[in-house]
């Protein structure tokens, strides 16, 4: 079968693999009909996770069908259309007993502090991910879903991360009807997690970015004021002004470990690799926020130490949440806001390319070239 | 303006948002959303049919966090360690816990080591690795590069990209061009001080 494949640090190419093999008895193979390239495969594809291994395939967002199934599955059948989501989880630990999906004990070696997630290193488990022809998804009669027949591919792929993740944000920012909402990124995350806000009644959301392109998408598709950092001296300063000098009640962190913004932490962050990541926007959501307020993080940062502003956040009495979003816990809900036309995921897809052209994909994403912002990937043999 | 105990006033009320933004407020309850509480016990809602998943069979070694009191039930199969970068990684799994600095460190170290590995091993494989291709390049053409970062602020970070990208390349360039240097300055030393044993002797010449 043909998959991406990493070939060190801002570099892939499209191979020859073998198709994945069966090796648990609730293991099923699935045939990839649409994949999606996200925003936090970029810090795979930048070298900056631990244990990326060459000839390792990205790829956590991705839909398709069953091709076989091993001997205990019971919930899925060949030819099932099913959509994945990112976490793999086994159901039956501590932790997936208690809803939290995205942690599961069961299913990655190779750390503790992390769940399981396709195509996302050795660090998350050393699974091959959904940007090839075929992959493994094991637990499946735990993780994938049947697609309903009324909801499109590109519509589920945008809910096996992205989608979810946004709106799972907006909930841990803990929003009460009238909450000033400020979102860091206009990237697919934030643009999810800024409509969401909405969903659970905030009375104002700022979207801030510094690419003008995306800040246009997130007034037309999350209705938000927007913020181009670009644009003024100081953004915290400017926050401040524009919520009566309070600060805003709920700060969503939709950017993460490359964050621009600020020279020195970007260089020592995404280029140096010196720092889990850049903790530009975290900070700006730590300044930003008002006192006893919350901040809720969605940006992926690495295991590594990163510079952040935590003195501040003590002193001024946040609360700060995040986690990996336990995707098929925020499905049932979501696909009621699809089917309902509160959300159409599909509307922030930009680009589609072929698997074969992968490697110009990545390059056009990472370089948030030609209006990127939501790019997938197409795969021949489906 | 006075600090006040009030909340600022909106620009909009909730009837006009909800008149404007579609769904606005439909999961207003906190408690009613899907993880509105973080932790939800529910064991049967997952699909497990197991109490405790089957082992998955281990065909070769397979590293692990010495966090993890096991190796997992399940696990991935994907580019099993191998090499000299295969023998750091191994060693930051079992040596550190992922609370260590080392631990992160050295699998940094061993993924930069098998990128090295895999270049070398490239030039005598079959498929040498082709950078113009594998970098997407071809993206500033098609996706208008210049024209998209025009008045961009991570310009500056962008050029940053091409010494990550090129920089390796071109020191693996220069290490090697000296290397053969002084190796062809080293035989042509030793070629011109060797006496040619077909020429005759001339005078003053001893053997």
């Keep these: ?382 | 303006m006075p600090y006040t105990k009030d909340k600022p006033s909106l620009p909009e009320t909730s009837e006009q948002l909800r008149a404007r933004i579609p769904g606005w407020g439909a999961d207003l309850d906190p408690a009613d959303r899907p993880s509105g509480s973080r932790e939800r016990f529910d064991p049967g809602a997952t699909g497990a049919h197991w109490d405790v998943p089957q082992q998955q069979p281990q065909r070769l070694p397979r590293e692990r966090s010495i966090e993890h009191g096991r190796l997992t039930p399940v696990f991935g199969t994907a580019q099993p360690l191998h090499g000299p970068s295969g023998a750091v990684r191994r060693y930051a799994y079992r040596r550190f816990s992922e609370g260590r600095l080392a631990h992160w460190l050295l699998l940094v170290l061993g993924d930069r080591m098998e990128t090295a590995e895999a270049r070398m091993r490239s030039y005598v494989s079959r498929r040498p690795d082709n950078p113009l291709a594998e970098t997407g390049l071809i993206g500033e053409f098609r996706s208008h590069g210049l024209r998209s970062r025009a008045g961009r602020v991570d310009r500056r970070h962008q050029l940053l990209d091409l010494v990550v990208v090129a920089g390796p390349t071109l020191l693996r360039i220069g290490i090697v061009t000296l290397l053969v240097r002084r190796v062809v300055r080293a035989v042509v030393k030793v070629a011109r001080s060797t006496p040619d044993p077909s020429r005759p002797l001339s005078r003053g010449d001893s053997r």
């Excluded at chain 1, 091993?70 to 099932?80: A, K, Y």
């Excluded at chain 1, 100081?234 to 621009?260: F, M, Q």
């Excluded at chain 1, 501040?312 to 609360?319: E, F, I, Q, R, V």
């Design chain 1, 1 to 382: 079968m043909q998959a991406m494949v990493y070939r060190g640090p801002y570099r892939i190419r499209v191979e020859e693999k073998d198709v994945p093999a069966i090796e648990h008895p609730n293991d099923a193979i699935v045939r990839v009909r649409l994949a999606a390239i996200c925003g936090s495969d970029l810090h795979l594809y930048h070298g900056m996770m631990p244990d990326t291994r060459i000839g390792h395939t990205f790829g956590h967002e991705f839909v398709g069908v069953v091709h076989e199934v091993g001997s205990s599955v019971q919930n899925l059948r060949v030819g099932d259309r099913v959509m994945v989501p990112f976490n793999i989880f086994c159901g039956s630990c501590f932790f997936c007993a208690r809803g939290l999906y995205a942690n599961c004990h069961n299913v990655n070696p190779n750390a503790t502090a992390v769940g399981a997630i396709y195509g996302y290193s050795h660090t998350t488990g050393g699974y091959d991910g959904g940007q090839a022809e075929y992959v493994r998804v094991p637990f499946a009669d735990v993780g994938p879903s049947v697609i309903p027949d009324w909801l499109g591919d590109e519509d589920a792929v945008l809910l096996t991360d992205a989608g979810p993740t946004g709106y799972f944000g907006a909930q841990l920012g803990g929003i009460v009807e009238g909450d000033v909402v400020v979102v860091f990124g206009a990237g697919p995350v934030g643009l999810f997690a800024a409509r969401s806000a909405w969903l659970m009644g905030a009375g104002r959301v700022i979207v801030v970015d510094h690419l003008q392109y995306r800040l246009d998408l997130a007034r037309s598709f999350a209705f938000a004021e927007t913020l181009n950092f670009v644009e003024v001296d100081d953004v915290v300063l400017e926050l401040k002004r524009l919520t009566d000098w309070l600060g805003a009640d709920v700060a969503i962190d939709a950017v993460g470990a490359e964050a621009d913004g600020n020279l020195l932490q970007h260089i020592t962050a995404a280029k140096l690799k010196l720092q889990g990541g850049s903790p530009i926007a975290l900070n700006w959501a730590i300044d930003g926020v008002r006192k006893g307020g919350t901040v809720s993080v969605l940006g992926a940062y690495g295991p590594t130490p990163s510079l952040v502003k935590f003195g501040d956040a003590l002193n001024k009495g946040l609360t700060i949440r995040g986690n990996q979003c336990p995707v098929k816990r925020q499905w049932p809900r979501l696909l009621d806001h699809v089917k309902n036309g509160y959300l159409r995921p599909s509307d922030i897809v930009t680009h589609r390319f072929p698997l074969e052209h992968i490697a110009e994909a990545y390059h056009t994403f990472s370089a948030k070239l030609d209006g990127i912002v939501k790019p997938l990937v197409t795969v021949s043999g489906a």
